[in-house]
């Protein structure tokens, strides 16, 4: 009886970041070797990283599976050093993304940084280019 109540407290809890989630089970495949991982749930924002990192090419095809807070399943290139979201969800200004880059990213032009902008979300390389600024989401290498 009593195992039966741990469980169920088990199957309670909540996921307070997904993306978090998301991105750290990403991680955990890549390391395990791993070339395809599922997770669980969905969201706009996630479905929008993972088309950044495929546009870029650190993840290969995903696919959504519809029903009750949807799965995704990801198939992996083995490219992705390390990965994860940047909290606080810091405001950054045109001029001061490069500082950013230096912080989380390991050199110069390696690894993207993830930027939510009025323009939706976008690498560092195009905020600086196009001139905007936005809040740091996550990076990838």
Known sequence: MLKNLVLKNICKMVLNDPLSSVLSHILNCEKAG?????????????KKVLQIMKDNKYIGDFKE???????ININLLGKINKCGVIKPRLSVKKGQIEKYEKRYLPAKDFG???????KGLMIHNQAKEKGFGGRLI???Y
């Open 138 to 140: 996550s990076y990838v």
């Open 65 to 71: 599976n519809s029903g009750r807070g949807g799965n």
């Open 34 to 46: 791993k070339k395809e991982c599922l997770v669980k749930p969905s969201s706009s924002i996630i």
């Open 112 to 118: 993207i940084i993830i930027l939510s902008t009025n």
